[in-house]
């Protein structure tokens, strides 16, 4: 079990040489495959590790040719970079296993505090502005404070994992988020509660960026498509917020805005207060019941190689396999240290290599060819219309159920709307790899879909009828965020995935965050923001149909 000092710092430096075996026991390198053929068998690939159960031998001149290769396609070349191709080479042959499935889990905790927050502020916004007696349309700046807080949590944490490491930031977010939950469940007043739910919201915001480098950074290339699994935690999120406000807003609130007192209007507080708790719970997980190692690449960048090569060692140890990784192979393909002094890149460097990421040379190549920028332009469309319009209808839903509805039936019918979402993600984890169908189709065909079933919710005030629009839209738009999250990084090369995805990130939290300030001074009509979120999906689904790049069953650039 982890001590508190390891929150910070991991200087277990312990390896595993039970499990290393030498390098001609590793299978051979693949020959780059042109972007239009054909993935490997995935089953073949799940079975092929460091065992060299394929009869091929892996050299050292092979493996340095392949960083070599690999070196003139992004253009660094220093020591970090070479042992760092190495280091994700051997990743690679260890294969998917115990490890990164609890990797998966433990990430899934930052994608259910994700939408967990979004969804519980979300369902306050009524009891609160009783309380505190503002309009529902301006609660919507709770909404507003949250995105702040998660805009400037998804800068910080995404250079902070850079610079202090994975570890640290893995772990602390959702600490973050768990203490100013809890905090936020006493705010005093208006202006108090919309500043603790930014405070969270710096936790919380950091999440996604930090899970994804890290379950990313260990998950086999051939196991791409588990991305897609990933939205499911999203769904829960959502889930468990809808159940908990459930059982507690009708029960605890007050009827009417006149004469609303804290004393009678405990509901919104036990609900953040539980969200709290269970973020806190969350990190306490994270932190004494899993052994997380700290990603091999920082290890290596800062000048720990011992530590990196222990990493690896670890993930083998932890997926009952072998691997062919040890400082000697790191030293002859990267450089030996009393060769190469410098082994670190310093924090100015490490910092200063996060915000290249954003600068022209890196987005440039996002627009090599007419079919890459088309892709890039299209997919940050994409990102950018969907980011307000699910922020319109879904951070909303419960103002707009609570028109034709009673108290209990609003909170009952967004959890019912909850609990459709869940099996979305599932099934675009199948159908992505269906042949005609792929991930276009797939995406396309959810996203059109979604836009139709906001329309059809304000065409009745019927509850009934606006209960089966929402439960399916919710259904149909996890389908098309599992996917949409699985396509975006498979479409952009290599050397620039993370600047195009990080990209598309950033522009569908800014929308997000516009959503509710449209839909406080835009709102002439209680349906108009509905109206506007329709719209946007569609504009999106014609994009879908343009994207030139379908990457199904093809290797990412």
Not at 371 to 378: D, E, N, P, W
Not at 474 to 498: C, D, H, K
Request: hydrophobic fraction near 45%.
């Amino acid at each position: 079990m982890p001590n508190w000092k390891d929150l910070f710092t991991n200087k277990d430096r312990r390896g595993f040489p039970e499990v290393v075996v030498p390098l001609a026991q590793g299978s051979a390198p693949q020959k780059p495959k042109d972007e239009s053929d054909s993935s490997p068998d995935r089953a073949s690939l799940q079975e092929k590790g460091a065992s060299g159960a394929h009869g091929t031998t892996l050299t050292l001149e092979a493996l340095r040719a392949e960083v070599e290769d690999s070196i003139a396609a992004t253009g660094h070349d220093t020591v970090y970079d070479r042992k760092a191709k190495v280091i994700n080479r051997a990743v690679q042959d260890i294969g998917m296993g115990r490890y990164q499935w609890g990797l998966f889990i433990l990430c899934g905790m930052g994608w259910v505090a994700d939408n967990l927050w979004l969804q519980g502020v979300a369902l306050t916004l009524t009891p609160v502005s009783m309380e505190f007696g503002v309009s529902e349309t301006e609660s919507r700046f709770a909404t507003c404070s949250l995105f702040v807080g998660l805009i400037i949590g998804a800068s910080f944490w995404g250079i902070a994992s850079d610079a202090i490491g994975r570890r640290p930031a893995f772990n602390m977010t959702l600490g973050i988020c768990g203490t100013f939950g809890l905090a936020a469940g006493g705010g005093p007043n208006w202006v108090g509660t919309c500043a603790l739910y930014a405070c969270l919201g710096l936790g919380v915001g950091g999440n996604l960026p930090v899970d994804a480098a890290i379950f990313l950074e260990c998950l086999p290339p051939n196991s791409a498509n588990i991305l897609s699994g990933l939205a499911t935690w999203w769904s829960v999120g959502t889930l468990i917020a809808s159940m908990l406000a459930w059982a507690f807003i009708p029960n605890f609130s007050c009827e009417t805005a006149a004469n609303c007192t804290k004393a009678d209007n405990w509901g919104w507080r036990y609900l953040i207060l539980t969200l709290g708790a269970i973020t806190f719970v969350m990190f306490l997980c994270r932190f004494f019941f899993f052994t997380l190692y700290e990603s091999p690449k920082f290890l290596v960048s800062r000048g720990r190689q011992d530590e990196a090569v222990a990493a690896v060692q670890g993930i083998a140890y932890k997926n009952k396999t072998t691997t062919w990784l040890t400082e000697e192979i790191l030293n002859e393909i990267g450089g030996y240290p009393e060769v190469n002094k410098k082994q670190s890149l310093s924090t100015i460097e490490i910092i200063k290599r996060s915000f290249e990421r954003f600068s022209v040379q890196q987005v440039k190549p996002l627009f090599r060819t007419k079919r890459l920028g088309i892709s890039t332009i299209l997919i940050w469309f994409c990102w950018t219309c969907i980011g307000m319009g699910y922020t319109l209808f879904n951070a909303f839903l419960p103002q707009y159920l609570s028109a034709n509805s009673t108290t209990y039936e609003t909170y009952r019918n967004y959890a019912i709307t909850a609990v459709c979402g869940i099996p979305g993600p599932l099934l675009a984890w199948f159908l992505v790899d269906v042949k005609y169908i792929g991930r276009k189709g797939t995406m396309a065909a959810s996203t059109a879909i979604t836009g139709v079933l906001l329309f059809c919710f304000t065409a009745s005030k019927d509850p009934n009828i606006q209960l089966v629009c929402s439960a399916l839209e919710s259904f149909f738009q996890m389908i098309m965020y599992g996917v949409l999250y699985a396509y975006t990084p498979e479409v952009f090369p290599a050397p620039n995935r993370g600047t195009g995805s990080g990209i598309a990130s950033c522009l569908n939290r800014i929308a997000g965050l516009m959503a509710p300030i449209i839909g406080i001074y835009a709102n002439t009509d209680p349906v108009t923001p509905i109206y506007v979120a329709g719209a946007l999906l569609l504009a999106s689904f014609v994009a879908m149909i343009f994207l030139p790049i379908e990457t199904q069953g093809k290797q990412s650039m």
